[in-house]
C-alpha cells in the first residue's frame, strides 16, 4: 500500500471515529429524594407530628392530615 | 401507602377559584401560568357544574410517554414530576396531556416558549427538598413539610381531595353514602377504578345515582 493511500485511509477513520468522543447534548436527569426525608435546613413550616427521614411517621402524619379534608370527622353528624 | 390522587366532587365546587389563588400564591407562579383552574360547564343554566382541573398524575402518564428528552419521573407516592434543566419546551405534552396540566410561560419576545410547568402536588422537583433553587423552579415542597396540596387543603367546600388515594376515596365513598349521590363523579375511573395491589375492591363508591 503506498504512502498516499495509507494516509487517505487514516484520514477517512479518524473522520469517522471524530463523533465517538463526543459528550452527550442537554442535562442529565437528576435523582429527587423522598418526601419523608424532609426538607434541608429544618424548614421553619414543616408541619409538627413526624421527624424527617422516618417514612411510617410521615405516612402517618399523611393520613392524619388528610383527616382535615373529611367534614365528618372535624364536625361529626349529629343525630 | 397509595398514589398520591386528586378528586374533586363537582356536586360540591362553587366555581369561589380558592384553589386556583391558593395555588398561584403558594408557589409564586407567574403572570399566565395556571397550573390549577376551575372549568365551568353549563354556566348559568341549570344544571351548571364546576370542576377544578390540574394535572391528575396519571399511573400511565402520556405526557412521560411523549416526551422526546425524558424529563419527566414518578416519585414513590405516584406524583409525576420534570426535570426543568432537561425540559426543551417543545409543547409535546401539552398535546398528549388530556387535562391541559403542562402550562407555558411566555414571558420574552415574540411569545418564547419556556420550560414546561405544571401542579407538583406540592412535591416540589428534583432539586434538595425545600431549597431555593427548588422553589424558583418548582413551588414549595409541602409534601415534605408533612402536609398536603395548598388546593386541597384550602378548599372551603373540600369539593377538591388530595392526598393518599385510599383515604381520599374512602372521604368520598362516606360522603357519597351520606347524601346519597355522585358516585358518578367524573374522572373517578381513571383515579380510583383499578385498585393497587390487592386489597378489596374499594374503588367505586357505592350510592344512589341522582
Same mark, same amino acid.
Given at each position: 500500500?503506498?504512502?498516499?493511500?495509507? $494516509?487517505?485511509?487514516? !484520514?477517512?477513520? =479518524?473522520? #469517522?471515529?471524530? *463523533?465517538? /468522543?463526543? @459528550?452527550?447534548?442537554?442535562?442529565?436527569?437528576?435523582?429527587?429524594?423522598? $418526601?419523608?426525608?424532609? !426538607?434541608?435546613? =429544618?424548614? #421553619?413550616?414543616? *408541619?409538627? /407530628?413526624? @421527624?424527617?427521614?422516618?417514612?411510617?411517621?410521615?405516612?402517618?402524619?399523611?393520613?392524619?392530615?388528610?383527616?382535615?379534608?373529611?367534614?365528618?370527622?372535624? *364536625?361529626?353528624?349529629?343525630? | 401507602?397509595?398514589?398520591?390522587?386528586?378528586?374533586?366532587?363537582?356536586?360540591?365546587?362553587?366555581?369561589?377559584?380558592?384553589?386556583?389563588?391558593?395555588?398561584?400564591?403558594?408557589?409564586?407562579?407567574?403572570?399566565?401560568?395556571?397550573?390549577?383552574?376551575?372549568?365551568?360547564?353549563?354556566?348559568?343554566?341549570?344544571?351548571?357544574?364546576?370542576?377544578?382541573?390540574?394535572?391528575?398524575?396519571?399511573?400511565?402518564?402520556?405526557?412521560?410517554?411523549?416526551?422526546?428528552?425524558?424529563?419527566?419521573?414518578?416519585?414513590?407516592?405516584?406524583?409525576?414530576?420534570?426535570?426543568?434543566?432537561?425540559?426543551?419546551?417543545?409543547?409535546?405534552?401539552?398535546?398528549?396531556?388530556?387535562?391541559?396540566?403542562?402550562?407555558?410561560?411566555?414571558?420574552?419576545?415574540?411569545?418564547?416558549?419556556?420550560?414546561?410547568?405544571?401542579?407538583?402536588?406540592?412535591?416540589?422537583?428534583?432539586?434538595?427538598?425545600?431549597?431555593?433553587?427548588?422553589?424558583?423552579?418548582?413551588?414549595?415542597?409541602?409534601?415534605?413539610?408533612?402536609?398536603?396540596?395548598?388546593?386541597?387543603?384550602?378548599?372551603?367546600?373540600?369539593?377538591?381531595?388530595?392526598?393518599?388515594?385510599?383515604?381520599?376515596?374512602?372521604?368520598?365513598?362516606?360522603?357519597?353514602?351520606?347524601?346519597?349521590?355522585?358516585?358518578?363523579?367524573?374522572?373517578?375511573?381513571?383515579?380510583?377504578?383499578?385498585?393497587?395491589?390487592?386489597?378489596?375492591?374499594?374503588?367505586?363508591?357505592?350510592?344512589?345515582?341522582?
Amino acid at each position: 500500500m503506498s504512502m498516499g493511500k495509507a $494516509a487517505l485511509l487514516l !484520514s477517512c477513520a =479518524a473522520f #469517522a471515529l471524530a *463523533a465517538c /468522543g463526543e @459528550k452527550t447534548a442537554g442535562a442529565a436527569k437528576k435523582s429527587d429524594a423522598p $418526601a419523608f426525608q424532609g !426538607s434541608t435546613g =429544618a424548614s #421553619a413550616y414543616s *408541619a409538627s /407530628g413526624w @421527624k424527617a427521614g422516618d417514612q411510617s411517621a410521615w405516612e402517618q402524619q399523611m393520613r392524619h392530615r388528610n383527616q382535615g379534608q373529611n367534614e365528618y370527622s372535624r *364536625a361529626p353528624m349529629q343525630p | 401507602m397509595a398514589r398520591m390522587k386528586f378528586i374533586c366532587d363537582a356536586e360540591r365546587c362553587i366555581e369561589c377559584n380558592g384553589c386556583v389563588t391558593a395555588c398561584k400564591a403558594e408557589h409564586d407562579v407567574p403572570w399566565g401560568v395556571n397550573r390549577r383552574r376551575v372549568v365551568t360547564l353549563n354556566d348559568g343554566l341549570p344544571g351548571e357544574r364546576s370542576v377544578s382541573v390540574a394535572c391528575m398524575h396519571c399511573s400511565d402518564a402520556p405526557c412521560m410517554a411523549v416526551c422526546p428528552v425524558d424529563c419527566f419521573y414518578r416519585t414513590d407516592e405516584g406524583v409525576v414530576l420534570h426535570d426543568k434543566d432537561v425540559c426543551i419546551g417543545c409543547g409535546y405534552c401539552s398535546y398528549a396531556c388530556p387535562f391541559g396540566a403542562p402550562q407555558f410561560p411566555s414571558n420574552g419576545t415574540f411569545g418564547l416558549r419556556g420550560k414546561m410547568d405544571k401542579c407538583t402536588f406540592c412535591a416540589g422537583g428534583p432539586e434538595a427538598n425545600g431549597s431555593e433553587a427548588e422553589f424558583e423552579k418548582y413551588g414549595r415542597n409541602r409534601l415534605a413539610e408533612g402536609k398536603l396540596p395548598a388546593c386541597a387543603e384550602m378548599c372551603s367546600t373540600k369539593a377538591l381531595l388530595g392526598g393518599d388515594g385510599d383515604v381520599v376515596s374512602e372521604i368520598f365513598r362516606n360522603r357519597v353514602l351520606v347524601r346519597g349521590k355522585g358516585s358518578e363523579v367524573w374522572g373517578w375511573g381513571t383515579a380510583y377504578g383499578k385498585p393497587s395491589t390487592g386489597g378489596s375492591q374499594q374503588a367505586k363508591p357505592e350510592g344512589k345515582k341522582s
